[in-house]
């Protein structure tokens, strides 16, 4: 449901200048504010606001700071209808401030299907990304420092490499020139909070991000805190500083990758192009020829490390990749190999 702008009502206006002045833009983050100074004024921006205290602050900050763009300013909203009448009053604090400020509005529902499960966090966050996708190109979204401590946790457990631990990114660009962009990464939650307490202005609590049932809110509320206390110094600022340092590491290798021809005209691997190349560009390589294939690809990490091991080699060998294919290794090329049963199965939806 699309809810245009109207003209600004005085209070909140002057809370949102007030929100700008205690967060200027030198405090936002360096390579959004840069993106946002070059950007073409032909490209509308959208933000995702859930109305917690994250999402309200962006959006009054680029109502504050950006005054050009406040007329085709929009906010997106996605009500994943997991808490009742809660959820309902979430729709209603944002369509009012956002009609306070003449700020498009924009909500969206998750439709759960006939007797599927309540989703969990992966399949929510799906949800809203496509939802976001839909309706803009350019989605400025809430993360702060906090939020980046709490990433990597959580993809520290799971195994991430670079790009997983680099995340999440001030600037991040999808194909067909999607991009997200994620100013408030140099700024503590406390902060953001304390200055909208100094404004006067009130926020949507989340009820659910108390519970324990989501990992995300167990690392926050059980780890961040004790693993602060244990540093005895600002962690959250060190592990920002260590996610842009991860950043700028993937960016090197990924540039390095870019530089080397790596697949061939039927989309193999060039084993000579990887050959005596570091272990972390030949992984980098791999991912690139699986991404590249037209066939559905289905690989464990552990059959992705045996596939790994097998082009550092360089043997003919035969790996499965799902039911529908195997990676095969000849004549100096890893290529991707149909099963018998779907090439009969293709050949009789075509016959």
Request: aromatic share 6%.
């Amino acid at each position: 449901m699309k809810t245009p702008g109207a003209t600004p009502a005085p209070a909140l206006a002057a809370s949102a200048v007030r929100i700008g002045a205690l967060i200027p833009r030198s405090r936002l983050h360096p390579a959004v504010v840069a993106w946002a100074e070059a950007a073409s004024r032909r490209v509308s921006w959208a933000v995702g606001f859930s109305g917690g205290p994250d999402s309200l602050a962006l959006l009054l900050l680029l109502w504050a700071h950006w005054p050009e763009r406040r007329r085709t300013l929009r906010a997106l909203h996605f009500d994943h209808r997991l808490r009742g009448v809660e959820s309902t009053e979430d729709v209603r604090f944002c369509r009012k401030v956002c009609r306070a400020l003449g700020i498009t509005f924009i909500t969206g529902k998750w439709i759960r299907p006939k007797g599927a499960a309540i989703p969990g966090e992966a399949q929510a966050r799906e949800a809203r990304l496509a939802f976001f996708q839909e309706h803009a190109r350019v989605v400025w979204l809430g993360q702060q420092q906090d939020d980046i401590a709490e990433s990597m946790l959580m993809r520290l457990a799971r195994g991430s490499g670079l790009g997983g631990l680099a995340a999440p990114r001030p600037v991040q660009r999808f194909a067909r020139g999607r991009i997200h962009l994620r100013p408030l990464l140099t700024l503590k939650k406390a902060e953001i909070v304390a200055a909208l307490r100094d404004a006067g202005i009130a926020w949507r609590e989340d009820s659910s991000n108390a519970a324990g049932m989501f990992f995300r809110n167990r690392i926050r509320h059980e780890v961040i805190p004790s693993w602060i206390a244990a540093a005895q110094r600002d962690a959250l600022a060190g592990a920002a500083r260590s996610r842009a340092l991860l950043a700028e590491d993937e960016e090197a290798l990924e540039g390095w990758l870019d530089e080397i021809d790596i697949l061939d005209a039927k989309r193999g691997l060039r084993l000579a192009a990887v050959e005596g190349k570091p272990r972390a560009i030949v992984r980098r390589a791999l991912h690139r020829w699986l991404q590249a294939q037209r066939q559905r690809v289905d690989i464990s990490s552990q059959a992705f490390e045996a596939l790994l091991v097998a082009v550092e080699a360089g043997k003919p060998t035969r790996h499965s990749l799902g039911a529908e294919c195997f990676g095969v290794i000849r004549e100096g090329s890893l290529r991707v190999v149909r099963t018998r049963k779907t090439r009969r199965n293709f050949q009789r939806r075509t016959n």
